[in-house]
C-alpha cells in the first residue's frame, strides 16, 4: 500500500523560509509524477509545482521563483523549499503522486503570519 508521509510544515514570518519533505513507501517503482498542492481556508486544492520522473518541472504563476521543487535520486521522496513566504501562501499543503492512480499524503499546514 502505497504511502505518502509530509513533514516541515509551521509557522513563519513573512520573508521567511521553510522546507517540506515527503516520505513514500509502498511503491515498487518510482512515481511518473510528483509534487505538491495547497488548499487554502474557503478555497479548492490548487497545484503548486510537479515534477516528472524525467525533472521536467511546472509550477503555479503565484510561486514561480520563490518555491523550488526537488526529488531525490530514487523518486521516492520529493521536497518543497518555500523562500520569500507571504501571507497568501498560507494553506495545508499536500504531497502528491502519480503512477497508475494519484496519491495524497494527509497534509501539512504552513502559516505565514507575523
Known amino acids: 500500500q502505497v504511502q505518502l508521509v509530509e513533514s516541515g510544515g509551521g509557522l513563519v514570518e513573512p520573508g521567511g523560509s521553510l522546507r517540506l519533505s515527503c516520505a513514500t513507501s509502498?511503491?515498487?517503482?518510482?512515481?511518473?509524477?510528483m509534487g505538491w498542492y495547497r488548499q487554502a481556508p474557503g478555497k479548492q486544492r490548487e497545484v503548486v509545482g510537479i515534477?516528472?520522473?524525467?525533472?521536467?518541472?511546472n509550477y503555479a504563476d503565484s510561486v514561480k521563483g520563490r518555491f523550488t521543487i526537488s526529488r531525490d535520486n530514487g523518486n521516492i521522496a520529493v521536497y518543497l523549499q518555500m523562500n520569500k513566504l507571504k501571507p497568501e501562501d498560507t494553506a495545508v499543503y499536500y504531497c502528491?503522486?502519480?503512477?497508475?492512480?494519484?496519491?495524497w499524503g494527509q497534509g501539512t499546514q504552513v502559516t505565514v503570519s507575523s
Open positions: 509502498g511503491s515498487s517503482s518510482s512515481f511518473l509524477l
Open positions: 515534477m516528472s520522473r524525467g525533472g521536467t518541472t
Open positions: 502528491y503522486a502519480r503512477n497508475d492512480i494519484d496519491y
